[in-house]
């Protein structure tokens, strides 16, 4: 409006339709910045991809309607222009200024739209993100955390593989206390198997066939578990001696055997079939060392991890924040406009305008409008690590 005040400023009566033309525009700006306002601050309530999306239909649906009123108001204001000139206005040609600006509107066009998604978006991670790290910090109270901690992008890579590991050894102690029960059934049943083997083929015999038939189970050798099996059955008592043994072997290595075959999946460790209740407390205790390692390191690293990909962010905000604001944006694109639109400017006002507003804005498209993909691509690139780290952590902490 001020550059319009100074075009009008010696003939305000025969300007008076573009002063009305210049209004319309400022409001239909206006009117654009705060669909822009509003769906921002919707997306920094929103996590839901599908709300997110929609979201960015509404901002290219706000964007194109914009558009679409400036030529509306543009196209009523030539209506009045000719008016005008039949009242005996002179028209004047100012034809390489209008070149430059057909040029350069649909690439400010598109700048506002880009810039509009960016921010959109860069704010919306910022201001969720900081509410979860300042949770994360009262969570903690600083009692593990060093967020002084140097921290780069390798560092962040073995950050997540602790993470990753310490999600393994939790399932795998869960999976061991979960099959105590079943392991205690085993370690009864193999006792009562050594009890009544040994007195039907001897007390050597029967540990050589126990061990391989442990053996067998334990590497998944189903096959020679059920062949030693079958061999225990085909034993027949003489005279009726040793019938309750044969009968008792029988019983407890057939219910050793169901077990494991119903079994299978939980019993199953690095490969190999668990079959001792002692075995797992040498399991846990080795998870439980490998724990308290994995925990010294992330003490050390969680929190760091998490500000270092926080401010990585906060950069590329402070990038978008040195470019001109979206307000700015479109204040200069209704300037050009008016200017495309003006037929009684002289040379001097013809200067002035093309320093004052379209040098400002082929400064904004050679400088800035290259760098909003790199941001929008680099935030995307950054969001990835920033909300594992974030949800690692909230969990690292609340554990």
Not at 34 to 52: P, Q
Not at 171 to 199: C, G, M, N, S, T
Request: one cysteine or more.
């Amino acid at each position: 409006m001020r550059l319009l005040e100074t075009m009008t400023r010696t003939n305000a009566e025969k300007m008076e339709p573009l002063g009305e033309v210049g209004q319309a525009l400022a409001r239909e700006g206006a009117s654009f910045l705060k669909s822009v306002i509003v769906l921002s601050k919707k997306a920094h309530a929103t996590t839901d991809t599908k709300e997110l999306l929609a979201l960015e239909r509404d901002l290219r649906r706000a964007h194109k309607t914009y558009l679409e009123n400036i030529e509306t108001h543009i196209n009523h204001h030539h209506k009045t222009t000719q008016k005008f000139l039949k009242r005996g206005g002179k028209e004047k040609s100012h034809r390489e200024m209008n070149e430059e600006i057909k040029r350069l509107r649909p690439l400010l066009e598109n700048y506002i739209y880009r810039h509009a998604m960016t921010a959109m978006h860069l704010e919306r991670v910022i201001t969720q993100n900081r509410r979860h790290i300042k949770k994360i910090l009262k969570d903690m109270a600083y009692k593990t955390g060093r967020p002084d901690q140097k921290v780069d992008d390798p560092t962040l890579l073995l950050v997540k593989r602790s993470y990753e590991q310490k999600n393994k050894l939790s399932e795998k102690r869960q999976k061991i206390v979960e099959r105590q029960d079943l392991l205690e059934q085993l370690d009864e049943h193999f006792v009562q198997l050594a009890k009544y083997l040994h007195p039907v083929i001897g007390f050597f015999t029967s540990k050589s066939q126990l061990s391989k038939f442990r053996g067998a189970l334990r590497y998944k050798n189903f096959a020679k578990a059920h062949a030693i099996y079958e061999e225990w059955t085909s034993y027949k008592s003489l005279f009726g001696l040793g019938r309750r043994s044969i009968e008792k072997t029988k019983y407890h290595a057939k219910a050793i055997l169901d077990l494991v075959a119903a079994h299978q999946d939980q019993l199953e460790s690095s490969g190999m079939i668990t079959l001792s209740g002692t075995e797992t407390g040498l399991m846990l205790a080795v998870i439980q060392e490998e724990e308290k390692n994995i925990a010294r390191f992330l003490d050390k690293y969680a929190l760091a991890s998490v500000l270092y990909c926080y401010r990585n962010v906060l950069r590329l905000n402070f990038r978008l924040s040195r470019m001109k604001t979206i307000q700015e944006i479109i204040e200069l694109h209704t300037k050009m406009i008016l200017l495309q639109n003006i037929t009684t400017l002289d040379d001097l006002q013809v200067a002035r305008a093309r320093e004052n507003t379209l040098l400002p804005i082929s400064t904004v498209l050679v400088q800035d409008l290259p760098v909003l993909p790199d941001l929008f691509n680099k935030l995307e690139t950054m969001l990835e690590p920033l909300t594992f780290h974030v949800s690692m952590a909230q969990k690292y902490y609340l554990s």
